[in-house]
């Protein structure tokens, strides 16, 4: 059994037709309505001189986003300090020690670091050198790059300790 379809019925009357538009004498009338205007711009904006365009900086359509691999972006003059210098370690540490890091999330961020070849004291000094190389520890294509090669190293080892013994004949 189907159902029949709900087609709903648009300009029944012959008079909201299209096609009633277009005949008669008010057609001609009705073409002649139409107006099309065109306004001209403001025109081209005076250029600036050459030499002050050379230092301004220009945006490029994407924004604060960072590609791995692209160069730091310069600081322009009055932006103050880098972020290294802007607090003391113990004071960033202190901040990420605020954060109630998992023990797992810190010694992730252990491994990425050491990964990173960067020396760190604690994990909480781990994760705030890896932040200053613009490298966030709990992204998940860092942790799963992380367990894929622990992963690889595991089965490296585990192949060498699933041989059996040799056989020997129990023939007396």
């Given at each position: 059994?189907?159902?029949?379809?709900?087609?709903r019925a648009y300009r029944i009357n012959r008079d909201e037709s299209v096609l009633a538009v277009g005949q008669g004498p008010q057609a001609a009338d009705e073409s002649r309505k139409v107006q099309v205007g065109v306004q001209k711009g403001a025109g081209p904006a005076v250029a600036a001189e050459p030499g002050e365009q050379l230092f301004e900086s220009h945006e490029d359509g994407f924004g604060?986003?960072?590609f791995p691999g692209a160069a730091k972006p310069a600081r322009p003059a009055g932006?103050?300090?880098?972020?290294?210098?802007?607090?003391?370690?113990a004071e960033r540490i202190a901040a990420v020690k605020a954060e109630n890091l998992t023990d797992r999330q810190l010694r992730m961020a252990r491994r990425i670091a050491a990964m990173h070849e960067i020396q760190a004291a604690s994990d909480h000094e781990a994760v705030v050198l890896l932040r200053d190389r613009g490298i966030d520890p709990f992204h998940r294509a860092s942790v799963s790059r992380i367990l894929?090669?622990?992963?690889?190293?595991v089965q490296a080892q585990?192949?060498?300790?699933?041989a059996l013994p040799a056989r020997t004949d129990r023939r007396g």
């Open positions: 059994m189907t159902t029949p379809p709900k087609a604060d986003m960072r932006q103050g300090p880098a972020p290294a210098d802007a607090a003391p370690m894929s090669e622990e992963g690889a190293r585990d192949s060498g300790a699933t």
